[in-house]
């Protein structure tokens, strides 16, 4: 029997056990080191993340400063959309989205199952800036995972950290009649 240690950084769920602990791979990057399993009920997601991480939360917004130096961020958003499809993504309309500068790529993925686009690109304010995003639409809502590192030249040590993040990302799904309670800095589990 495992024992599982849970406790709450302003809303988000650190799940840490030896049986969850060994289904999360290792990072490259400065140092190897394990990642937590992290839930954050509000956005309705569970991811690999570090504790360590600064974290600052808006309404619809988390973001997760990875380092300083180099910069590295992770911006979790989740923001109601009238859009149905992904298609509906046209190029020009993910330029702007994401102010991205001419060149960027296009990657149709599967997050969880579900289709998601990846966008690789320079930004097009900040020229030393790389970033990769990835748009989902699920239940009304457009989900945007978008990762940065500054200066790109330091995107060889965090690319990984990104696609285990990426991998690990599982939306949680609630039976009809269930909810989750959450505010930031509380949790409650309707059962």
């Known amino acids: ?92 309309h993910l330029s702007v989205l994401g102010n991205y500068a001419d060149g960027f790529s296009v990657e149709r993925i599967r997050i969880d199952g579900m289709k998601a686009l990846k966008i690789k690109a320079y930004d097009r304010s900040i020229a030393d800036m790389r970033v990769t995003d990835i748009y989902v639409i699920k239940d009304g809502y457009l989900y945007k995972l978008l990762f940065s590192v500054s200066p790109r030249e330091a995107w060889h040590r965090y690319q990984f950290l990104l696609n285990d993040i990426v991998l690990s990302l599982r939306f949680l799904w609630f039976a009809p009649g269930a909810s989750w309670a959450s505010a930031r800095g509380s949790i409650a589990v309707a059962g």
Do not use: N
């Open 1 to 92: 029997m495992y024992s599982v240690f849970c406790y709450c950084v302003f809303g988000l769920i650190i799940l840490s056990t030896s049986a969850l602990a060994a289904s999360v791979p290792e990072v490259s990057g400065d140092s190897e080191k394990r990642l937590s399993v992290c839930r954050e009920a509000e956005m309705g997601l569970k991811f690999s993340c570090d504790p360590a991480w600064a974290v600052r939360f808006d309404h619809t917004t988390d973001m997760f400063v990875i380092s300083e130096e180099p910069e590295v961020v992770l911006t979790i958003a989740k923001e109601a959309t009238s859009l149905v499809s992904l298609e509906q993504l046209t190029p020009s």
